[in-house]
């Protein structure tokens, strides 16, 4: 069974610039999270989705978005990049996001921000 | 803040077991325990997890205290490959718009050929 896949692998964007950053569950599992990932602030939850439905978010601002696809594919979109938004993106799925299942993750998308 | 606290490093001879603790002083009686591990440059991988029972899988045992307010996983016979941060969170099974699940910073294993 395939894992979490997640598109591109690494990317170098400049400040004031958009990304749009790719998850693709594991079959079968519908809740997709995106976590960022850096030195300082260690592993944040940015938001959830699950059936095309945002369900929870994290404290970040309104220039990270997110969405889900109908098979469960998600991305998600950074606005007006910032040298601070240079992390390591994750995200996880699981089966129905309940939190007796444990979420998988990816390998990430790492930001470079110039 | 998250809801556990781990120690930052610990050292572990290779083929011995390692036993990781996590305080947890402050979970309530619907959230679970569990672990993940990350190695350098690649995901947070899934461990075990556990509610109030001790759990055991292909890759560890998880024991939790009686009054759950603290638990340890056990490697046990580690490797080189075990060399990794690990994480210890806690998260309701009751599913509501403030689940967010927190990292803390985790420990570094190192283990020592």
């Known amino acids: 069974k395939a894992g979490v896949t997640q598109t591109p692998r690494y990317l170098i964007k400049t400040r004031g610039q958009q990304v749009t950053l790719s998850c693709s569950p594991i079959?079968?599992?519908?809740?997709v999270s995106w976590y960022q990932q850096t030195p300082g602030q260690g592993l944040q939850f940015l938001f959830e989705?699950?059936?095309?439905?945002?369900?929870n978010k994290g404290n970040f601002p309104g220039r990270f978005s997110g969405r889900q696809f109908s098979n469960s594919r998600s991305e998600m979109n950074v606005s007006t990049l910032e040298l601070g938004d240079s992390a390591l993106y994750l995200c996880?799925?699981?089966?129905?996001?309940?939190?007796?299942?444990?979420?998988?993750f990816g390998d990430g998308t790492r930001l470079s921000i110039l | 803040d998250a809801k556990t606290t781990q120690p930052p490093s610990m050292d572990c001879a290779e083929g011995r077991a390692a036993n990781l603790p996590c305080n947890h002083s402050?979970?309530?009686?619907?959230?679970?325990v569990y672990w993940y591990r990350q190695i350098h440059s690649q995901g947070p991988q899934y461990i075990i997890h556990?509610?109030?029972n001790n759990e055991t899988n292909e890759m560890a045992s998880l024991i939790i205290t009686e009054d759950r307010k603290s638990s340890t996983l056990i490697l046990p016979h580690a490797t080189l490959r075990d060399t990794a941060v690990y994480y210890c969170?806690?998260?309701?099974?009751?599913?509501?718009?403030?689940?967010?699940?927190?990292f803390g910073k985790g420990t570094r294993l190192h283990i020592l050929p």
């Open positions: 989705y699950f059936s095309e439905t945002q369900r």
């Open positions: 556990g509610l109030k």
């Open positions: 969170i806690v998260r309701s099974y009751l599913m509501n718009r403030d689940d967010k699940i927190i």
């Open positions: 996880a799925s699981s089966l129905q996001g309940n939190s007796n299942q444990p979420q998988h």
């Open positions: 402050t979970i309530s009686g619907n959230e679970y």
């Open positions: 079959s079968g599992h519908r809740s």
